[in-house]
């Protein structure tokens, strides 16, 4: 797998990437016309790990990852590549 990012320091909007300090990784997505439309997504297991109704915050997002976040990547600067 190959990645390439542009750092970013907040989730500002979907597809954001975020990197924990264990290396774990997750994206934000939107589920359109669901009452929590904004999910945060485990990429190493594809799980749903939380649901949300507006855009969460860091600070949310560490809480339900359980762990301090390293960074945040814009998707428009990243992307993933499955060899």
Do not use: W
Request: hydrophobic share 35%.
């Amino acid at each position: 797998m190959e990645i390439n990012v542009d750092r970013k320091r907040s989730v500002e909007e979907i597809g954001n990437f975020v990197c924990t300090e264990k290396e774990k990784l997750f994206v934000l997505v939107l589920d359109k016309g669901d009452k929590y439309p904004y999910l945060l997504l485990s990429l190493q297991t594809f799980h749903i790990i939380q649901n949300y109704d507006s855009m969460p915050t860091r600070e949310e997002l560490e809480e339900d990852i359980g762990e301090k976040i390293k960074e945040i990547y814009s998707q428009n600067y990243a992307s993933i590549t499955l060899v």
